[in-house]
């Protein structure tokens, strides 16, 4: 049954500032996975600053300005699943015809759980999942720029490529969530969460085993 009471920020880190953040639902927090709700309509925060890459939209290194702007999300509602200790999230939309048909693998640091939800660094690289194992990538071109200007070193490139192979082979192998009964995590909250108090506080606190909940 869905945790419709508790709460998380979900929070993506970068050169130790927040990248953005939005509140999320925690439908299940549990050895076998941390799966979040994000309702369309959320509003939450992204870093405002100097931007570049292919697309305009990755933060230039030194880029950030200090502050965030309101961003709401658009579009339709997204369910996050984490298994703990993976490199990666995989999401999918939940339409007014049901959840899409591919799934999308957000290559990313392991969950680190604090005192408000989770935290995570985007690694930019992300794999579509097609229902038949078959899969591409997106934002090659991104991950290209990142390396060009040293925003991601030798390690992190490594780190982000180890990601990949992983994210791939559990695609092909049909790995838990890809083949899970999403419904299963239904019926779905619509109204959509505030940040909590002290969202903007990046203090990492240690690392625990998954509870049940999260107030």
């Given at each position: 049954?869905?945790?419709?009471?508790?709460?998380?920020?979900?929070?993506?880190?970068?050169?130790?500032?927040?990248?953005?953040?939005?509140?999320?639902?925690?439908?299940?927090?549990?050895?076998?996975?941390?799966?979040?709700?994000?309702p369309?309509?959320?509003?939450?925060?992204?870093?405002?600053?100097?931007?570049?890459?292919?697309?305009?939209?990755?933060?230039?290194?030194?880029?950030w300005?200090?502050?965030?702007?309101?961003?709401?999300?658009?579009?339709?509602g997204v369910?996050?699943?984490?298994?703990?200790?993976?490199?990666?999230?995989?999401?999918?939309?939940?339409?007014?015809?049901?959840w899409?048909?591919?799934?999308?693998v957000?290559?990313?640091?392991?969950?680190?759980?604090?005192?408000l939800?989770?935290?995570t660094?985007?690694?930019?690289?992300?794999?579509?999942?097609?229902?038949d194992?078959s899969?591409?990538?997106?934002?090659e071109?991104?991950?290209?720029?990142?390396?060009?200007?040293?925003?991601?070193?030798?390690?992190?490139?490594?780190a982000?490529?180890?990601?990949?192979?992983?994210?791939?082979?559990?695609?092909?192998?049909h790995?838990?969530?890809?083949?899970?009964?999403w419904?299963?995590?239904g019926?779905?909250?619509?109204e959509?969460?505030?940040?909590?108090?002290?969202w903007?506080i990046?203090?990492?606190?240690?690392?625990?085993?998954?509870?049940p909940?999260?107030?």
């Amino acid at each position: 049954m869905p945790q419709t009471t508790a709460t998380a920020l979900l929070r993506w880190i970068s050169d130790d500032r927040i990248s953005s953040v939005y509140q999320h639902y925690v439908i299940e927090d549990s050895e076998r996975c941390i799966a979040l709700w994000q309702p369309a309509g959320t509003v939450g925060r992204v870093a405002v600053g100097e931007r570049g890459g292919p697309r305009g939209r990755n933060m230039m290194p030194g880029g950030w300005s200090g502050s965030y702007t309101e961003h709401e999300w658009t579009g339709d509602g997204v369910l996050r699943i984490h298994v703990p200790g993976q490199p990666w999230s995989t999401w999918r939309w939940l339409t007014a015809d049901g959840w899409t048909e591919h799934a999308y693998v957000n290559l990313e640091t392991p969950w680190t759980r604090t005192g408000l939800g989770f935290d995570t660094a985007d690694w930019i690289l992300d794999v579509i999942a097609e229902p038949d194992g078959s899969h591409s990538l997106k934002d090659e071109d991104e991950l290209a720029w990142a390396a060009e200007t040293g925003k991601f070193d030798a390690a992190k490139l490594a780190a982000v490529e180890d990601a990949r192979r992983r994210a791939v082979a559990a695609v092909e192998a049909h790995a838990f969530p890809l083949a899970a009964d999403w419904d299963a995590w239904g019926a779905l909250p619509a109204e959509p969460l505030q940040l909590a108090a002290g969202w903007e506080i990046v203090a990492p606190e240690p690392s625990r085993s998954p509870s049940p909940t999260l107030d």
